[in-house]
């Protein structure tokens, strides 16, 4: 019995050397980068990413990446995915970009493997799992709302960078989607630790639910490990980007509270993560140094695995004079935004780009259109802000089919420094039959947002900048297309309703029934009246006869 014992407790043993040494190349790092818009408002940006060898994933050897989410890519040969749910606009006046841009409501865009022999098969399915796993709207998104792009959504991948088919990649967005407790639930458990420890701790639904603005998605591509790319990597990027109000634990000295701000304090750091952080912007106009974190560079940082605290507490800055702490822009500060000009059944989408920075920036512009809108090529300009026409290196334009699929609009071009770069174009609206217009049709429609896709920074390649292409999306446009008079099929249908009632009922009535000759039942008063009247009738007949019998026989 003792040497069955040993030899169980030394095959858990080598069981587990084994495991270790065979998921030592797994990295899990965690962080949280925060910084002050302003006094009011704190911008959060947690980052989750976990880096498995290739190897590994291709077996399904599931220890720190997710389960459903690779059994998902591995059923449907998706080679990279990004996905991403987000409430809420990014303001201009925020003076920043997000590290995660997204549009308003659901986005999603895949590349699949060239092995995949149907692929618009393998699209729905993605969507449909994705949609249950995340407890979002998915699959209600149709065929006609899925486009293939050419220059603004390329794999970022480095595995996938050499191909060019188009015909593997699908995007579409839903504008309606919104996101809630249902969305970010499913996406902490796909976290390693969860939210019991490390900086998952701090996510809190309550608090990020009443923010200002939200974001949530993950990115999953393939990465080298080497600069020959001999060996590769999957990775797995979970993100989510709140924008909230500033709360401090009282003190009328504390300008900001970790804890009352996100509605937690943080837990020690997850033990499976390589590397747990938390950065803070230095903004010595708003608060003054913390002592319990560290200065490197333009941030403060706190290491979980060196230094722990629960609560992080900034003081409200007494200095006077305003001096801001200096730091190269990544990217230069580019806005879109776009508007509608529409008539009872024609309209106008006019879209300004705006580049406030000094330097030169090659950039794709893409526009979708939904299929219920004829959109007319020949009138689409483009111009700077002294009304010249912008040169431009490509147009891709593809009309869409009525009721199958929608028009995209692909522009190449360059933004000049300091300019202001207009968009416009026609369309026409089609007319819907009563059954396509959703239950709240006098609402109207959604156009997707514009995506501006920066390629080149003054010559040079995002690419060979080692940085993901940054991608800028205006607001989506509300359109209103003709609405039929739905209360007339329900004015018909009560009409026609009480015509069959009134009508043929009482028709209906008589001709099922069988008439014959009754003589009138008397009422139960007479019934009884004329009962008492002749028992009364009889009693007197035979009283008069007893009262008369003795005089005859005297007689």
């Avoid at 970022?156 to 249902?182: A, F, N, P, W």
């Avoid at 993100?239 to 020690?268: C, H, I, R, Y």
Wanted: proline share 5%; aromatic share 12%.
């Amino acid at each position: 019995m003792d040497l069955i014992a040993f030899s169980k407790l030394v095959f858990v043993v080598l069981l587990a050397f084994f495991n270790t040494c065979h998921c030592s190349n797994e990295e899990f790092h965690e962080s949280a980068d925060m910084e002050f818009l302003d006094e009011k408002l704190l911008y959060n940006y947690f980052n989750f990413t976990v880096i498995v060898p290739h190897d590994h994933f291709k077996q399904q050897h599931y220890r720190l990446f997710p389960r459903p989410l690779g059994q998902i890519m591995k059923k449907y040969h998706v080679s990279e995915v990004h996905f991403s749910i987000t409430r809420g606009i990014w303001r201009k006046n925020w003076a920043r970009q997000p590290d995660s841009p997204a549009p308003v409501g659901a986005q999603i865009w895949a590349w699949f493997q060239e092995n995949t022999v149907d692929v618009d098969r393998n699209w729905k399915g993605l969507l449909s799992s994705l949609s249950a796993l995340f407890c979002a709207s998915l699959d209600q998104i149709s065929c006609d709302m899925t486009v293939r792009t050419k220059y603004s959504f390329p794999p970022e991948g480095v595995i996938q960078s050499s191909r060019k088919d188009i015909s593997l990649m699908r995007y579409t967005s839903l504008v309606r989607e919104h996101i809630c407790t249902e969305n970010l639930t499913p996406w902490i458990k796909l976290l390693p630790c969860y939210s019991n420890s490390g900086i998952a701790s701090l996510v809190n639904s309550k608090s990020f639910h009443n923010s200002h603005y939200l974001s949530m998605g993950f990115h999953l591509k393939h990465v080298c490990d080497d600069k020959l790319c001999q060996r590769s990597s999957v990775k797995l990027k979970q993100d989510l980007t709140a924008v909230m109000e500033v709360k401090n634990d009282g003190s009328s000295d504390n300008l900001f509270s970790l804890k009352a701000t996100l509605g937690q304090s943080l837990k020690p750091p997850c033990k499976l993560a390589t590397s747990s952080t938390i950065k803070l912007k230095i903004n010595p106009t708003i608060y003054t140094s913390p002592t319990d974190l560290d200065e490197t560079g333009s941030h403060y940082l706190l290491d979980l695995h060196k230094k722990y605290s629960k609560n992080i507490i900034l003081q409200k800055s007494v200095s006077s004079t305003r001096h801001s702490v200096s730091e190269q822009k990544t990217y230069p500060v580019i806005t879109n935004h776009c508007f509608l000009s529409e008539e009872e059944l024609s309209g106008r989408l006019v879209c300004l780009i705006n580049n406030d920075h000094n330097t030169k920036i090659s950039t794709s512009f893409l526009q979708i259109f939904p299929w219920f809108l004829y959109v007319r090529f020949h009138s689409l300009k483009i111009k700077d802000h002294n009304g010249s026409d912008v040169s431009i290196k490509m147009i891709d334009f593809v009309p869409g089919k009525f009721r199958k699929t929608s028009s995209v609009l692909e522009v190449l071009l360059t933004l000049m420094p300091h300019s202001t770069t207009t968009f416009s174009v026609e369309f026409k609206k089609g007319f819907l039959k009563w059954t396509e217009h959703p239950p709240d049709a006098n609402h109207g429609f959604y156009i997707s947002p514009s995506v501006i896709t920066i390629n080149e920074i003054n010559g040079v390649a995002v690419d060979k900048m080692d940085q993901e292409r940054l991608k800028i999306f205006s607001e989506a446009q509300l359109l209103s297309i003709p609405v039929p008079d739905f209360s007339m099929p329900y004015n018909v249908i009560c009409f026609v309703s009480t015509v069959l009632a009134i009508g043929f009922g009482q028709l209906f009535y008589l001709s099922s029934k069988k008439f014959k000759y009754t003589t009138n039942p008397k009422r139960p008063i007479f019934v009884l009246y004329e009962g008492l009247k002749g028992s009364i009738k009889g009693f007197v007949e035979k009283l008069t006869f007893v009262i008369r019998r003795p005089v005859e026989v005297s007689k």
